[in-house]
């Protein structure tokens, strides 16, 4: 068999380099003349990408339509809005192109990362962080008081899949009554699934709403200021999905009115949002930079994973994370 000819424009380091390297030789590795300077940042075309019989990164559009050779993207992140669309899930499947993502790789960790707001909030970790209450006083009675367990609260989880199957094993210990919306419910999920027609109830009594929705045209301002006011007073928004599901003038409007207990995002619409956008002077709103899939050698076990998907590509097995 003539070697695959693999394109990678994906920004790793040196030690996962060469584990792409060995773990695919004989096989070639063509790499662009300008890497991606971080698997978010936007692709640009590259000369050498026709030559491509898989891609693995994050190719641009236009060169993967003008390809007449390349068989199986691997998308190097778990998003993958830009390829998200009718045109290109069309042309993926009118040339039998293989389109896998990275969901497995980020999903422990971003489930960790919402599990972390959850904990934070409950136990008032940045009130307490900030403090210099002596004990006995007003502060630090008060900030025993509001420190609550998550034991027993609802949570809404929106979009159910890699992250949230994490994340209900690590609520498992807090019987926490956990509803689920997906578009398409199994009835194999373990507790109620609902779909987006039926969320009002789910939202009315939910403590913790946690958005994993990716950003699709369908997603754009999920939840916007009448879904916000869907929410039970006091209730707090979680995002790691994607910042465009959020309307984020509802969002300040629903915290400045006290109806939102609190939000806590690891996305923004910018990224990174302004220094002086509103949202960042909110006392109650809580912002991390897009980092909730991040972990200790997160580019090997990226390598690690495609080279993985690249053993059942070539034994013509099942692959993992396939999206078309």
């Known amino acids: 068999m003539e070697p695959y000819k693999i394109f990678s424009d994906s920004p790793l380091g040196e030690n996962a380099a060469r584990i792409l390297r060995e773990g695919t030789a004989p096989h070639e590795i ?11 940042a936007k692709p640009e075309p590259d000369p050498a990408f026709p030559l491509a019989d898989i891609a693995f990164g994050q190719p641009d559009l236009e060169s993967i339509a003008a390809s007449d050779r390349l068989k199986w993207l691997h998308v190097s992140s778990a998003g993958f809005t830009r390829y998200d ?13 293989i389109v896998t993502n990275s969901s497995s790789v980020f999903a422990a960790a971003c489930a960790e990362h919402v599990f972390s707001f959850m904990l934070a909030h409950s136990r008032r970790l ?18 025993r008081e509001e420190s609550v367990s998550l034991r027993g609260q609802s949570v809404v989880i929106l979009g159910f899949g890699g992250i949230a199957s994490h994340l209900v094993k690590l609520l498992a210990p ?7 919306m997906r578009r398409q419910p199994r009835g194999d999920e373990g507790f109620p699934t609902i779909t987006a027609e039926h969320l ?23 939840i916007g200021a009448a879904r916000l006011a869907q929410m039970k007073p006091g209730a707090v928004l979680h995002n790691i ?3 465009t599901t959020v309307d984020q003038d509802a969002l300040l409007a629903a915290l400045r009115s006290g109806h939102l207990g609190a939000a806590w995002l690891d996305v923004t619409d910018p990224e990174p949002l302004p220094a002086g956008h509103p949202l960042r002077a909110e006392p109650n709103c809580f912002i991390t ?4 899939g991040g972990h200790a050698g997160e580019d090997e076990t990226l390598v690690r994973h495609f080279l993985g998907n690249f053993h059942c590509f070539l034994t013509k097995s099942p692959l ?3 999206i078309m």
Request: no cysteine.
């Open 200 to 222: 009002a109830g789910a939202l009315a009594t939910a403590d913790h709403v946690i958005n994993i929705l990716p950003d699709n045209a369908a997603s754009r301002n999920f």
């Open 174 to 180: 807090f019987d926490m009554k956990i509803t689920a």
């Open 241 to 243: 999905g994607r910042g």
């Open 289 to 292: 930079p897009h980092i909730a």
């Open 30 to 40: 063509i790499v662009p003349r300008t890497r991606l300077s971080s698997i978010l």
């Open 126 to 143: 940045p009130q307490a962080l900030h403090s210099q209450a002596g004990n006995g006083s007003r502060e630090y009675f008060q900030l």
């Open 320 to 322: 993992s994370d396939r």
């Open 85 to 97: 669309t009718p045109e290109f899930r069309e042309l993926a499947a009118s040339r039998g192109l």
